[in-house]
């Protein structure tokens, strides 16, 4: 007996995984959310505009978290009565508004624990560099395919200079900082990011 044979293909098998780890996540975020009176989506939002001091579009933040602008707007609306966003004129187009978190609103999302950190909690540190490495180059896949909007990762910046020390622990280079770096350094969100071409 060959278990190539009978087993579902490796694709499938891994999609079933990370569906039922992404379900787990998701029940954490309700639980922590709730416990702070948010919905997922109104605290995903806030995590958001909390990582951008500057202020976000609305539409940016809809297409961040996955839902529609209508959705993001109710959300926000709901944020903004709590004391935890503010909506002010955009600077770089005074006629559109941005959403800024308050300081309540920064303090809020400090405390919230990201819920992906207890599904990973099981792996260890060369795992999780791994892992990391692995979800950067998923998230460059999806963005060249217009499956997500833009993301401020490292493999997808401009200052980013992919494997130019082969074989060593840091192996990357970011030109911003002026400093080599490894798998482990990679970043998710930088706020210094800005697209390469
Ligand atoms: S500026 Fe930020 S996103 Fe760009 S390569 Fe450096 S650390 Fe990565």
Known sequence: MNF??????????????LTRLAAVARQLDWRTAESEGLT????????F??????????AAAAAQVGVSNPTASDAVAALARKGLIERRPDAADGRAVAIVATAAGR???ARRPASFETVIAGLDPVEQETLLRLTAKMIRSLQRA???????????CRFFRENV?????????CAFVGAPMGDRHLRIDCPEHQPSP
Do not use: M, W
Not at 49 to 58: D, E, H, K, Q
Not at 165 to 173: F, L, Q, T
């Open 4 to 17: 190539d044979t009978f087993s579902e293909p490796l694709p499938r098998r891994l999609a079933a995984g």
């Open 40 to 47: 997922p989506t109104q605290g995903d939002i806030l995590g």
């Open 49 to 58: 505009a909390c990582a951008r001091p500057a202020g976000v579009r609305l």
């Open 107 to 109: 303090t809020l999302n």
């Open 146 to 156: 217009g499956a997500i909007a833009p993301q401020r990762t490292c493999v997808t």
């Open 165 to 173: 020390a082969p074989g060593s622990r840091e192996p990357h280079y």
